[in-house]
């Protein structure tokens, strides 16, 4: 709106748009917008309305108070008081003042309005605190101010107003445009007065329209736990967790929530109603812990309002939203910019990369792509943060605005409790401090002065190492990756790291090996799930604790079998995503919670019950069921139809024959709905009738490992002839150009997905050369491997 001489000292949101940020901050700037511009989208915002920054002046003005506040400042910076007693001396100035008449009266008759709109006598709100130099895209103030909920009645809310103006000196707040650079008193505050939404009888939390580790822009993430927000931004719980597909939202049929994850959300904030507080605290039920908050219709709503706000401002976006137990209805209750990965380029990227193979002695949510070395600096509680050393690792329990003066002078920070969108979290990503936050018991397993290494660099999931480990960091030029004829994709084995890639130039993901998703996210064996008889007492009761949130134990194995392919198939879509069925061995399978009730013992595993032999035998069928269950949601439900399902260690075109009837059976038909099926090639067998084979499939990839052992007779596992396993030896490179050859006279793709060409840029030379149509490589030899394709495809002179 235009704002003239004679301007309100209160403003409706509708009349509100971004372009008043001067006028009223970013936070209710961005809310009036989403009001006029983004309902006609469906996106609810919750009525209410804004005092102005030149009521703030008007404020600051009667009271006399900017000379005063002028002196603590100086004071503050000269040394002459601390951070502490120059914030709380300004407070003290601005609350013993009093609102301007004009200003009061304002409010209260917009207070009435409210009442009237919202059918109440005195209704509850929220009051935010909204400051001018809030919520830019390089700056977002999180948590620097107050929020008062549940406030009701005329004289709370103007108490309410008066301490959102003077929260525009709280330390915090102080210290962070000290940090950035901005004149304490070129800034004003708004406060935003909204009806408050009954999150407290349902629930709430933060969605942010990017992926916030990797600054993956196909998703929207969302944290979310019982009752009042306040608990997930102050990392007091730990949330469940989202993950939805934006890209597939457009298609009104899929469903791509590509992870759920439940977290345990020990406590709630709700309303109080007596003895003058305005919320309290109370434990979740056990039922409450374990179930969702939000329900996969609420959770694919919210993910189209993330489009709809994304699209509308042209940027990433940091939202809240709440849930109204009343009625059922979901609200959004604050917007405002991304400011880690929203502006930044994607011209290059950088790498941690570890020289041991330790073992995490505790991990969490990863925070950041960076890791760090240092000493525990172990602290309970904001009063003893004096006692904080720089270049330390702060452990805690969890951190809130006051931790912010030391938070940038740690190296890096764990705390047991909060999310991806707790305040220990925003604030790291802010200050580039690597962190895991949610670790659960860090302050109990660490010790002060004890040395570790915490590692952000291995996806979602962030890990702490005992001592100082040694690692190297790479970055990665994108613009010095070369254009190359030959499909270039990705080995991807971890879904938890898969959106780390996204700005790599693959062609899709040539291979996803499904029984690392099984060992990462499932961990248990699917016969166990079913056959819950035969698994030990200890075994079973793991089990029911990772189905938690699954009314039926199958269903856990299909989810998260499924939304683990989906993680996988999302950083490269359309390009297809090619998904190895499960190759486990059996001593490998048994190593699965419940596995040894099902597994034999073999002598030689690598050469025993494996790969398409399980998938039609009664001893696994079921299992495998289970399997095909869980890639038709992922192309079927989720929307992933790039897809491409391939079956490993196949050793006759008979036991194909077999295994594609299973599949059929299963619902997973050749051709159907555009399915196509892939052979590993791998064994002898596939090379010599490969004619034979290609009649069956629609596509094959040479497996080279396996390749390698079975054609010179040497076991790759072994370290006696290790020397003796050579992807290069004659036979192996004479039966690789024979499988391109067949392939191609066949009329059907063929690609690699074997270790040799990321260690041999001279066998990547002899692929294109071959003719090759696709090499798929592992991350860390992408950039290497691209150059020496690109040169062996540059015709020599």
């Known amino acids: ?68 506040m002028r002196e603590h400042i100086q004071c503050y910076r000269s040394g002459q008081e601390t951070l502490q007693d120059a914030g709380h001396a300004i407070r003290e100035l601005m609350l013993a003042s009093r609102l301007p008449d004009d200003l009061a009266d304002q409010i209260r008759s917009a207070y009435g309005l409210l009442a009237q709109r919202t059918q109440s006598r005195d209704p509850a709100v929220a009051v935010r605190s909204s400051a001018t130099a809030e919520d830019l895209p390089d700056a977002s103030f999180a948590g620097q101010h107050e929020t008062f909920l549940n406030i009701r009645g005329e004289a709370a809310l103007i108490d309410a107003c008066l301490r959102c103006f003077a929260s525009l000196f709280t330390d915090r707040a102080i210290s962070y445009r000290e940090t950035k650079g901005f004149d304490h008193f070129a800034v004003a505050l708004s406060v935003g007065v909204q009806q408050m939404v009954r999150s407290d009888l349902a629930g709430s939390g933060v969605m942010f329209t990017i992926d916030t580790e990797s600054g993956f822009p196909g998703v929207a993430t969302i944290s979310a736990a019982w009752g009042l927000g306040e608990t997930i931004v102050q990392g007091a719980v730990n949330p469940d967790h989202y993950v939805v597909f934006k890209p597939l939202l457009e298609n009104s049929a899929a469903r791509p929530i590509i992870e759920k994850t439940l977290g345990d959300k020990a406590i709630r904030m709700i309303y109080a109603e007596e003895g003058g507080r305005q919320t309290r605290i109370v434990a979740s039920t056990l039922a409450e812990q374990q179930s969702f908050v939000l329900n996969d219709d609420e959770i694919l709503e919210l993910g189209r309002w993330a489009v709809a706000v994304e699209s509308h401002y042209g940027r990433a976006m940091d939202l809240e939203w709440a849930k109204d137990g009343s009625n059922g209805l979901l609200y959004l209750v604050q917007a405002r910019p991304e400011t880690i990965h929203g502006g930044l380029g994607q011209a290059s990227f950088r790498r941690y990369i570890f020289k041991s193979d330790a073992q995490p002695i505790l991990s969490g949510v990863s925070i950041g792509s960076a890791a760090a070395s240092g000493q525990v600096c172990l602290i309970h509680n904001a009063s003893d943060i004096a006692h904080f050393q720089d270049g330390a690792i702060l452990v805690t329990g969890n951190t809130d605005p006051d931790w912010v003066p030391i938070m940038k002078r740690a190296a890096g920070i764990v705390t047991d409790r909060g999310g991806s969108t707790s305040h220990a979290a925003i604030v790291s990503r802010e200050l580039g401090v690597p962190a895991v936050v949610g670790t659960g018991t860090a302050t109990s397993i660490l010790r002060d002065g004890q040395e570790i290494t915490l590692s952000c660099a291995s996806g979602d999931k962030g890990l702490i190492f005992e001592g100082l480990l040694d690692f190297t960091v790479e970055d990665i030029d994108l613009s010095a990756i070369p254009e190359t004829r030959t499909e270039v994709m990705l080995n991807i084995a971890d879904p938890a790291a898969a959106f780390q890639w996204w700005r790599l130039p693959a062609k899709g993901v040539g291979l996803a090996r499904m029984e690392f998703i099984i060992n990462s996210l499932i961990k248990v064996h699917p016969m166990a799930l079913l056959h819950p008889e035969r698994v030990s007492a200890t075994d079973n009761r793991q089990i029911q604790e990772l189905v938690r949130g699954h009314a039926d134990p199958a269903d856990y194995f299909v989810d998260m079998l499924a939304r683990g392919i989906g993680r996988l198939a999302a950083p490269f879509f359309p390009h297809p995503a090619i998904v190895r069925l499960s190759d486990f061995k059996t001593n490998e399978y048994a190593h699965l919670i419940g596995g040894d009730a099902f597994e034999p013992h073999e002598e030689n595993a690598m050469l025993g019950f494996r ?18 269950r869980a890639l038709r949601k992922v192309r079927e439900e989720m929307g992933f139809a790039n897809v491409i399902v391939m079956v490993p260690f196949c050793r006759t075109p008979a036991e194909a024959d077999r295994v594609l009837a299973v599949m059929a059976e299963n619902g997973l038909r050749r051709g159907s709905d555009e399915l196509q099926i892939y052979m590993m090639c791998e064994i002898p067998s596939n090379v010599i009738l490969a004619e034979q084979f290609a009649q069956r499939f629609d596509g094959f990839s ?87 394709i690109a040169a062996a495809e540059v015709p020599a002179p």
């Open 1 to 68: 709106m235009a704002f003239g001489q004679s301007d309100p000292s209160v403003v409706w949101l509708e009349k509100l748009s971004i372009g008043d940020i001067p006028s009223v901050g970013g936070k209710n700037a961005s809310l009036g917008e989403l009001v006029c511009q983004l309902g006609s989208a469906g996106v609810r915002v919750p009525s209410g309305f804004a005092t102005t920054a030149s009521a703030f002046r008007d404020f600051v003005k009667l009271n006399a108070l900017e000379p005063a």
């Open 611 to 628: 790969g398409a032999s399980r998938y039609y035998d009664e001893r696994y069928r079921e299992g495998f069921a289970l399997e095909c």
């Open 702 to 788: 040479i497996g080279s490992n396996d390749l390698t052992q079975l054609l010179l007779g040497v076991d790759r596992d072994s370290e006696l002839l290790a020397a003796m396993f050579d992807e290069r030896d004659p036979a192996v490179m004479h039966a690789i150009a024979e499988a391109i050859r067949k392939a191609h006279t066949a009329g059907i793709k063929i690609g690699i997905c074997g270790q040799a060409p990321s260690n041999y840029p001279e066998f990547a030379e002899f692929l294109v050369r071959e003719g090759i149509d696709s090499i798929s490589l592992n991350p860390d030899s992408f950039v290497k491997t691209c150059s020496a």
